[in-house]
């Protein structure tokens, strides 16, 4: 009974230490498990936790970069801040376009005859004037044409000379006639002063002395008229060949060569028609020429023009007069100075887009065609969202600003910016009126986002 009642203990004593050492697990379990609790309560916010001194960190939250500063980083950065504000500005529309050549002042030469090229004395670059010779062509056309002008024309001479001939024959013969009248007359008429001959034989010699006068009289006028004849005569056979020459591209100068001299000159000469550049050439020596085929192309690149795109959202501010000014990366810092001078009436379908073209002088023929141009439109003075240009910087290919948010964190907000105006840029989206935006400091605060992304 005695060894029971021992056992009864020993089991009792054994029971409450497993008892204890159970409640002591517990209370250890559940010590380490507010600590753990205790340790996350702690964990702060993503973006807001504070950084030791020289660190920058760059947190995203929802998709946006926030990035934290040291005090010793900020201090040193000496941040300056503005605030985006509803401004009326000057405002100017900012666009990308191309120089092109001025359609106005481009000719393409064509030939009104065909032929076969013989000879081409300019190239492509060459500065040509007004009326200089480009090159020249044998034309079978001009050659048939001057055949038949020269043909005529003899013809028509032939003809006058032969009438001339047997006209002038027959004055010579009434000038012979002529004199013997007027002889036989004058001695009738002195016989009847001296009551020799008889009245009926003066007025006899009379007559045939006056009807010899009126034929030769009369010779002298079918000459005139023969020679006048024979003028119009030509005028009528070879007018319409003068015409066509004049139609094939010959000169009444060297229509008038080809008749005073008699010879046939079927090269045609093909000229420039204004002072310029040759910027093409679509023949050589050797080929066909004919009027359906451009030959050159000449260009005055005294001005030029720039045709850009202007988004929808700034269409009600675009109209033709308006100053322009714009910029090539072939002349930094140079800006070029015009007028639109063509605003389209519909807007382009798949980009959205309205096409407008700008004049522009050019001195110094700068200006090529195809150039990549940065444009802007002066619209004037216009009421609308404007932030400070230092402000923005370039993130790929979005604008960003720094938003500050407190506590050395600032959010990395991307804007879209329309047009411009001094040292300000029309805000479209991203931050609001009144919002405060680092200035001066923010290309680090975008080099320290860079740096802590990589």
């Excluded at 932030?387 to 600003?401: E, G, L, P, S, T």
């Amino acid at each position: 009974m005695k060894k029971e009642i021992n056992s009864i203990r020993t089991l009792k004593v054994n029971v409450e230490g497993c008892l204890a050492l159970l409640l002591a697990a517990s209370i250890s379990m559940a010590l380490t498990g507010c600590e753990h609790q205790s340790a996350a309560d702690n964990v702060p916010e993503v973006g807001k936790e504070k950084v030791q001194a020289d660190e920058t960190k760059v947190d995203k939250v929802n998709g946006q970069s926030i990035i934290a500063v040291a005090p010793e980083t900020e201090k040193a950065l000496n941040l300056k801040y503005s605030k985006v504000m509803m401004r009326t500005v000057d405002f100017a529309v900012k666009t990308t376009g191309e120089v092109q050549a001025n359609a106005n002042l481009t000719t393409h030469v064509t030939t009104p005859v065909t032929g076969r090229v013989t000879e081409i004395f300019v190239r492509v670059g060459d500065i040509v004037k007004q009326g200089q010779n480009l090159m020249q062509m044998h034309s079978q056309d001009i050659e048939q044409a001057e055949a038949d002008l020269l043909q005529n024309a003899s013809q028509v001479r032939a003809d006058l000379k032969r009438d001339l001939l047997q006209i002038d024959s027959d004055i010579t013969q009434g000038q012979a006639q002529l004199g013997l009248s007027q002889s036989t007359y004058m001695r009738v008429k002195g016989l009847l002063d001296e009551k020799i001959a008889s009245r009926a034989d003066y007025e006899a010699a009379k007559t045939q002395y006056d009807k010899d006068k009126i034929s030769l009289d009369a010779l002298h006028t079918k000459r005139q008229a023969t020679v006048a004849l024979s003028s119009e005569r030509m005028t009528m056979l070879t007018e319409p060949v003068k015409q066509k020459l004049r139609l094939l591209g010959t000169s009444d100068k060297q229509i008038e060569e080809v008749i005073r001299t008699g010879t046939i000159n079927p090269v045609v000469p093909i000229v420039s028609p204004e002072t310029g550049i040759v910027t093409e050439r679509f023949i050589n020596v050797g080929e066909l020429a004919d009027p359906t085929k451009s030959l050159f192309t000449i260009a005055d690149f005294t001005s030029v023009w720039l045709k850009a795109d202007v988004y929808e959202k700034d269409i009600s501010k675009i109209k033709c007069g308006l100053p322009i000014e714009l910029e090539v990366d072939s002349f930094p810092g140079e800006k070029f100075s015009g007028r639109l001078n063509y605003v389209s009436d519909s807007v382009n379908q798949d980009t959205r887009t309205l096409m407008v073209r700008a004049e522009v002088p050019n001195p110094g023929n700068k200006l090529k065609p195809k150039m990549f141009a940065r444009m802007r439109i002066f619209v004037g003075n216009t009421h609308v969202l404007t932030i400070d240009r230092n402000a923005v910087q370039d993130a790929d290919d979005d604008k960003v600003v720094y938003v500050p948010m407190g506590s050395g964190h600032f959010r990395e907000q991307k804007v879209k910016l329309g047009g411009e105006s001094g040292n300000l840029d029309e805000v479209l989206s991203g931050v609001k009126n009144g919002e405060s935006v680092v200035v001066s400091g923010s290309f680090e605060l975008r080099s320290e986002s860079l740096k802590q992304s990589n």
